[in-house]
Each structure stands twice: as C-alpha cells, then as structure tokens.
C-alpha cells in the first residue's frame, strides 16, 4: 500500500462523491448493521430528509451537531446528513462523564444533540447547562425517522466549503476538558486521495468494531464510502461476531486496536474461520508488540498486517507493512509521502538520524487547531527554518538509516531514575517475553534514591501460579542496572481506553492509593 502526496488545491468535497455513487450504484449496499440496511439510492434519501431538516431548523453551515450513541446506521447517517447540510459534527464519547460532555457540548458551541435512548441518562442531569443548543435542541423523539419524517428529500442545493468544519473530535484528555480537534471539509478530501493504495471500490466490505466519534474509525469508514464500497458496522466487538460477520460477508477491510487483535488470537475460531475474502486489515491507536504482529502473520495472513501511526491532530503519519518487513516489527513503519517527520531535542532543535528526542511531523493532513483553544495548538506546534508548522506527538522515538521509526515512550511518561532516561517500552518488552505474563505495563514511582523508579504492573496467563518477586528478578537479570524494576504488582485486566490505549493515568492513581 502506498499513500501519495495530493495537493491540498485539488481535491474534491466528499458528500459531492456520495451522491455520485447513489447515481452509479443505487442497488449496491453503503450501509448497514444488525438492524438495517441501506442501499446508495436509500442512503443519498436519507441524507437529504437529514440535511433539509436541519436546514428548516435553522442549522447554517459550519455551525455544529453533537451525536452521542452506539454505532449504527442511524448514527452513521446523521453524521453524513449533517454534512450533506454543510454542518460540522461533534461525535461524543459514551464513556464520558455526564459533566465532561456538557463541557463539551458547551465549548462545540452545538446547536442540536442527538442522544440515543441508553445514553440520555447521562445527559438529563446537565440539560440545564447545555447552553448552545436551539430551544428544541433537546426534543424528546422516538426515532431518527421521527425526525426526518416530514422533511423533503430533494436533493441539498448547499456548495460545500472546503474551509468549513467536517468533524470536533473530543481527545481524551487526562484532565480537565478534553480539547476539541477540528478537521475541516479539506483535511478529509485530501484524506481520500491520499489512500488509494487501500485498493477500496464498490465491490469491498468493510467491518468497523470500534466507535466511530473515534478516528481510529472514521479514517476507514469515511475512506470506504469515499470509494464507493459497503461499510458494515458492529455496535459492541466481541470475537465470536466479528469473526461470523467476517465469514458471512466475506469481509474485504477492517481497522481493529492491539487489544482487539489480541482478544481473537486467544479465540480458537479464528483458525476455523475462512477469511479468504480479506484484502486489508490494519492495526492503529496503540503499539502493536512485535509477538502479536508475527502471532497474526502466521494465523491470519489474509489482507496481510498493516500498523499504522499517527495523531488525530494529523501531520504525522507512518505505515509500516508487516508483512513485507518482518525485520522491522518493532517499528511503526516509515513516514507516508505526504510526511515530512522530524526528531527535536527539548530546546526544539532537530536531531540527526538516529538520536533519540520528541517525533514531531508536518503534511497536508492536519488539524485546524484544538477548538478554542489557541494557546494549546501553539503548544502543541514545532516550526522549521521555512516557518512551515509541525505537530508535536509527545511521543520519544528515533529513526532508523532505513528511514523507520522506532518509538519508546510518550514524553510525559519517561522514567527518570538517576538521571538516567528509561523507556518503559524497553521493560515492556523484557517482561512480555516471559511466558507467564500476558500483558505489562510500566509507570515511573517516587523514589527518595533515585527520583523515579520503574514499577511494572502484569497480567498473568495463571494467576494462582504467579511468583512476582521471581519475575522481577527474572526481568532484572534482563535489564541494564540502571533500567532495574523496584516492584511488580499483579493485575487482572490493565486499565484502557476504547481505542485500546494503557490508560497509565490509572495505574499511577493505583501507586498512590495503594
């Protein structure tokens, strides 16, 4: 797979391209869940019903809706009608506090919120702080059917702007308000030009288990409606109906989390299962340990394994095809061509090849900045001699004479013990090699000696024959002097995002309480 260069002037709106597939392939399935399916020609009808009843309500361009639920197809076309409208759409969290979304919806500046029933629990105790929203912002209706159900569906006679918003993504903030990442109708244009090597056309299926008010999912689901294929979307991922709908609808294309990967491999079906159908699958939003990647190589090698790296602030962008480059596994692959990456020291000078320092990385896929918040984009931003601005990941990495990039830590997360740097991906990786141990993670302690010390936190494959005190002597035996774990501490599931990230935050505040 390859992604090209696309000039950021040439490119087309992609509501535009989904009522040409109405037009080409009005038969063809574009959507569908458990529940429902929609043909192109049903879909681009649904979409102006949408966009004309958001209109007759008064909803202007750029200005923003908020949806809250479970993936569906009624989700899916709001989100796409929204657009048809020339709004911008605000896709919530459902793991979000009831007062962390009104902060939300609040700084979206959204007009309308759309919640379905098994999360309006959440939102009733804040409604009165919803201070955004149109006076029937909050209109109790039975069905998105409800909503549409005397609108026109005449086609929208609205000319996108290439400068409006396209999607506010809420990242997942640590404290605080999460801060609001605004992509506009350019940044997911070039998006679509920049992945023709996914090899998408009206014929492939694509099967989307994780959340789509994430970016994990949206690049997939956007890029596969954006090339005229079906998307197929799960509400909740569990092993045994993925790999059903895999089997059943000779699944072309899926993105799936490490975590996910890792859930089927344990699964004995997935030896059973005929996924011959799979030309693409890929794995994102948190490292995938090279024992996983070489585990699905040999069991799953259908569609092959891409990995792919980057920010839903954009600018960085690296692939690596594991299947082409089983040497380089513990990488996370090679910049894109649209990706200029760079290695800075703390004083913000760049690198040379092969020092280690903060990746940071420009292209024509990025953000227009965290909504409302300027002092926290100028932060976020690195600027080269041409004054050209880069996004800083907070991840530390280096790159290889080859070209790929080797991560060890985000920023924030580096032990220092002695004044040594220690990279808990390097103790990481010591600890999952051991046979005993299923997964690991490793945070930085106070230590009155050293300043900071490494402690590991791990999943056994059997609890009750768990030695700790061996294992961290087993992995000290492993380990530099100065990389030495002070303590391990058994746990029964490491704590993660949906995206499948270590939440490290939580193990910290585990340390502390313990």
């Known amino acids: 797979m390859s992604q090209a260069a696309v000039s950021e002037n040439h490119v087309t709106d992609l509501d535009i391209y989904l009522g040409e ?3 080409a392939y009005p038969d063809l399935i574009a ?4 529940n429902t399916q929609l043909s192109w020609q049903q879909l681009d009808r649904c979409l102006n019903k949408i966009a004309n009843q958001l209109i007759a309500l008064g909803i202007k361009p750029d200005e923003r809706i908020a949806i809250l639920g479970r993936n569906s197809v009624d989700y899916a076309t709001l989100f796409l009608g929204g657009l048809r409208a020339g709004v911008c759409i605000a896709p919530l969290s459902t793991l979000a506090s009831s007062e962390t979304l009104a902060a939300m919806i609040n700084d979206s500046g959204a007009k309308l919120l759309f919640v379905s029933d098994d999360y309006r629990e959440l939102i009733e105790p804040v409604a009165d702080q919803l201070t955004a929203l ?6 109790r209706l039975e069905s998105l059917d409800e909503f549409i159900a005397d609108a026109s569906a005449e086609k929208v006679t609205i000319e996108p702007d290439l400068d409006w918003g396209f999607n506010l993504i809420y990242s997942s903030g640590t404290t605080g308000i999460p801060k609001g990442i605004l992509h506009n109708r350019r940044y997911r244009a070039v998006e679509r030009e920049c992945l023709p090597g996914l090899a998408i056309d009206k014929n492939s299926r694509t099967l989307l288990s994780t959340p789509l008010y994430s970016n994990t999912t ?4 956007l890029a596969t409606l954006g090339y005229g294929g079906s998307v197929y979307l799960m509400e909740k991922f569990n092993t045994q109906e993925y790999l059903a709908h895999c089997e059943k609808k000779k699944i072309t294309h899926t993105v799936l989390v490490p975590v996910q990967y890792e859930r089927l491999l344990k699964d004995p079906a997935l030896d059973t299962t005929d996924l011959s159908s799979f030309a693409f699958k890929c794995s994102t939003s948190a490292p995938l340990h090279k024992p996983v990647k070489q585990e699905l190589l040999k069991r799953w090698p259908e569609g092959g394994l891409w990995e792919f790296y980057g920010m839903t602030e954009g600018g960085l962008n690296c692939a690596l095809a594991a299947h082409d480059y089983p040497d380089k596994l513990d990488t996370v692959g090679q910049p894109t061509a649209d990706c200029d990456l760079r290695v800075i020291d703390e004083q913000g000078k760049q690198l040379p090849q092969g020092e280690i320092g903060e990746v940071v990385g420009h292209g024509n896929r990025m953000m227009v900045g965290y909504h409302n918040r300027p002092e926290a ?5 690195w600027y080269d001699m041409d004054g050209r601005r880069f996004q800083k990941s907070g991840d530390i990495g280096w790159i290889d004479e080859e070209g790929f990039l080797h991560l060890l830590d985000r920023k924030k997360d580096v032990i220092i013990s002695g004044g040594f740097n220690i990279y808990a991906i390097d103790l990481e990786k010591v600890l999952l090699s051991h046979p005993d141990i299923a997964d690991a993670a490793v945070i930085a302690a106070p230590s009155e000696q050293w300043g900071e010390t490494p402690v590991a936190f ?4 059997n609890k009750s024959e768990a030695d700790v005190e061996a294992l961290r002597q087993w992995a000290n035996s492993q380990l530099g002097k100065a990389q030495r774990i002070s303590e391990v501490k058994m746990i029964d599931e490491l704590p993660r995002s949906p995206i499948g990230k ?3 935050r939580e193990l910290r505040d585990e340390m502390v309480s313990s």
């Open 218 to 221: 949206l690049f997939l689901f």
């Open 458 to 461: 791990v999943v056994m494959v």
């Open 134 to 139: 149109l006076p029937n912002g909050l209109k």
């Open 31 to 34: 959507l569908a869940d458990d």
């Open 21 to 23: 597939y109405a037009a």
């Open 502 to 504: 270590v939440l490290k």
């Open 377 to 381: 984009t100028e932060e976020s931003s």
